[in-house]
Structure formats: C-alpha cells, structure tokens
Nanobody, 118 residues
Framework: QVQLAESGGGLVQSGGSLRLSCAAS????????MRWYRQAPGKERELVAG???????NYADSVKGRFTISRDNAKNTVYLQMNSLKPEDTAVYYC????????????WGQGTQVTVSA
C-alpha cells in the first residue's frame, strides 16, 4: 500500500526553524505534485506550499519568504523548511501528493504537529 509519512514536527520558539519531511513508500509508479497543508484548531485546512514534478513552486502568501518547499525524487520525499516561525504557524501539517499507483489519486499523510511559542 502507498503511504506518506511525515516527520520533523515539534515545539519551537518564535523566530526558530523546523524542517518537515514526508516520505512516500509502497508500489509507486510516479509522483506528480507534492504539497504541504496545515490545519489549526477551528479552522479549515489550507494549502501552505506545493511543488510540481517539473519543479514549479507555489506558496501561500502568509509563508512567502519564510518557508521553502523542495523534493528529492530519488527518495520520494518532500521537505518543508520553515524559518522565522510565528505563533500563527501553529497547526497540524499534512503532506499531500498526487501519486500514480494501483489507485491513482491524492494521498494524505497522518499529519505532524508544529507548535510555535511566543
């Protein structure tokens, strides 16, 4: 079965940095776009950043200049480098990927908690 596994979340102080990782595993034929979403309590899940198979990048306005998304195709892994973290970045961060496999579709990880203290 295809799975996405996030890691790297934790508790940091305002202004600090974290790097999230998400590794895809299983009978994968190919991975197209990979993305990071986040969801804070009481709010809807929102797109934070995305990267296509061709390397095109996009970011939410709230994280531009602070977050960087990248991918290592050889490892089927996407990263989110988060710098200058703010308390409003506190949320559960979810990995998302469009994957060609036995089932072609959008796969989700289970999420990793990021908490930024003031």
């Amino acid at each position: 079965q295809v799975q996405l596994a996030e890691s790297g979340g934790g508790l940091v102080q305002s202004g600090g940095s974290l790097r999230l990782s998400c590794a895809a595993s299983g009978p994968i034929i190919s991975i197209n776009a990979m993305r990071w979403y986040r969801q804070a309590p009481g709010k809807e899940r929102e797109l934070v950043a995305g990267v296509t198979s061709s390397g095109s990048l996009n970011y939410a306005d709230s994280v531009k200049g602070r977050f960087t998304i990248s991918r290592d195709n050889a490892k089927n892994t996407v990263y989110l480098q988060m710098n200058s973290l703010k308390p409003e970045d506190t949320a559960v961060y979810y990995c998302n990927a469009d994957i060609t496999a036995s089932y072609n579709g959008r796969y989700w990880g289970q999420g990793t908690q990021v908490t930024v203290s003031a």
